[in-house]
């Protein structure tokens, strides 16, 4: 008896409710039989539902049909999915294709195609065998895909830089999904080609003339995202009512760690899955030593169709939510499947070969007795000779977010020894713990893991929340996607800032991002001149930084700061890149009885524009307390 795993998803859809039940593939899992067929230069698969034709050379997906439609008909280049990447040169897989699972021989339930790819023995090429897989099953309503790299021992140096998978769709999807704020019609590949080049801009940025959004700026970047808070995106077609989708089963196989950002989908009709995407500098270690052995699998991951049941007069923006609100469902159903035990590969772990960490997170600050676990990331990362995780790009990790009381069970875990690391919730910095040891088949109860986060002293001040984002500040939140507000910002930060702790909020004072070498300067009193040996330091958390920041206090220089992981994520409209944090101490005898100046400014290199996205600031100093400003 075959069983079939249920989600159920509820969603409120305008003026009435709509309950998903969504499982595994989509539609019902039932429908007529897989069938394959070699058509010389390309592989079709049909399960009566969709249809895919893949190129046997080049491991694309040249069509995709659903209900009698190709999404991918006048796409950019005649429209396909592909595979590529950036390093040592812009190149894609180039093979040969063979048939891995024939439905002829499983009663009609699965067709799987293989496309392999072996290096060239050129070093123009990057030295690595790509596999890739397609999986196509009885009922589904879209392809699983799957890329498999391997580097052998006896392969040169090599690097891979950025990794992904792309789909350029059908321009009759007009409308792109990404989170709750990032639900828009797009504008048209007409709007775009009209559309013009915006002076001491990035190429990316063009300002449109024509269209609904006539005088608006349009920019790839304003639908990146975090990849760990994304299990779906994609598009919809308000005309003929039918939606494509990226949906993501595990993040495990992702680059860079949860806050990992990076592109979606955009204009062009361009559905992206950045596997290892390096455009804020997140993950970039992606590198093979000669003599390494790495093999790495992504995927499978679903591509997934899915059209609108409701009635010819509905609105299209019930249209577009219905859609979004199914995709959510399926992606739901994906995750609840994962590992898929129809995928057998020997490089691909099942269920019965991972393992579960679980335990509780204990946060103790004595300098702040509400210190709490609750909604903290945590997970597990491999030391990968000593690269924090946000940069690791060859390895697998697995994250998930603690509970309101701080539990947190991790599952599928692969085996292998890993650190657990901690972060956010409040809390400044990292918390890790090494030698955590996985095994198939085993839970792993860790019990209480207490984090203390560091200080010297109570808080006089601080500025923000440590949670690695910018967010928070003024022109964060959603603006800080449309490159109007990085304009903006621009313009009016280079001039400097003075915040005044006691009067100023920096919700409202604190700008998301700080540009050109002007001080910004914090101003505060202080009632008591602190004691000649009483500890006193200044903590700064980055979002992100490609400056050397210079710290003054009353006038004096009192160390500087540049952080090991440099981005410039606010030109990419990003709210943060790779964190960093330092803390500088302050000497005795500086900080005075009255009105004290605290100033950071940034010290630019040749070429560079000068730009930091600040997550937190917080004064610790013993012996005094603040006057009333």
Known sequence: MKIIRVVLVAACMLASSICFANVPGGGSGNGPDVSLKDEGDSIVLDNGIVAIRINKTDASVRSFIYQGMNLFEGGHGGGRFYWSWNTPAYGGPHGTAMVTADPASNHGDYAEVKVHSPWSGKSADAAMDVDIYYSLKRGTQGYYATAMLNHPASYPRTDVGEWRSNAYISPLFDWLSVDALRQRKMPTLEDMVASVPVEGAPKEVTLLTSGIYAGQFECKYSYSADLGDLNVWGWSSTSKRVGIWMTIPSHEYYNGGPMKRELTGHMNHALLNMLNGSHYSQGTKLSMAAGSVFKKTYGPFFVYANSYQGAASDSSSKVVESLWHDAQAQAVAERSAWPYSWFKNADYVQESGRGTVSGTLKVSDGGNPAATAAGAWIGLAPDDNGTDFQLQGRTYQFWVKTSADGRFSIPHVLPGVYHLWAFGAGNIGTFKQANIEVSAGKALDVG????????????LWEIGIPDRDSQEFHNGAFNYTQWATFAKSRSESESGLTYTVGKSDWRKDWNYAQFGPAPWTIKFSLADKPAKDAPASLYIALASSESTLMVTVNGTQIGTYKTPHPAHAPI???????FAETRIAIP??????????????QVMGKGKTGTTQYDYLRLEAAGTRLATP
Not at 449 to 457: E, K, M, S, Y
Not at 588 to 601: E, Y
């Open 572 to 578: 990419r409209l990003g709210s943060h890149g790779p």
């Open 588 to 601: 005795p005898g500086l900080l005075k009885r009255g009105t004290n100046t605290i100033a950071i400014s």
């Open 448 to 459: 209480t893991v207490l984090w203390t986060p560091p200080r010297v002293a109570d808080t």
